[in-house]
């Protein structure tokens, strides 16, 4: 396997196991991008980690989650995959959804992130 194929199952692994966070500040390139399925978007490195801090901080009941299914193209330096989550949030709302995630790579971190779900 390349870089992108060890660093992004790498984050899978993570996602599987709860520890995104974990991992955040060593996968992902200082300049990132992380864009939602609403078009919203989050640059830099320190917003982006402080808005996933916000997100799984908000989680008050982790019923389950990770990875379904990736997919790395080391020589477009590009990854896929599909995750879910099955969650309640301290303001009382439910998630059960399903999201594609689509990764672009740069020096062997997530430079560009985007979102694909249902909301």
């Known amino acids: 396997m390349g ?66 299914d990736a997919v790395v193209d080391e020589d477009k330096g590009i990854s896929y995959n599909i995750q879910w989550y099955d969650c309640t949030f301290a303001d009382g709302r439910t998630m059960n959804m399903e999201e594609v995630a689509v990764r672009r790579w740069k020096d062997g971190k997530i430079i560009h992130e985007r979102f694909f779900y249902n909301a």
């Open 3 to 68: 870089v992108i194929a060890d660093n992004d199952a790498k984050l899978n692994e993570a996602l599987n196991s709860g520890k995104v966070l974990e991992v955040f500040s060593e996968l992902y390139h200082p300049e990132i991008t992380m864009v939602e399925a609403s078009g919203d978007s989050t640059s830099g490195l320190e917003t982006c980690l402080e808005r996933e801090k916000q997100f799984f901080g908000s989680i008050t009941e982790f019923r389950g989650g990770g990875v379904k």
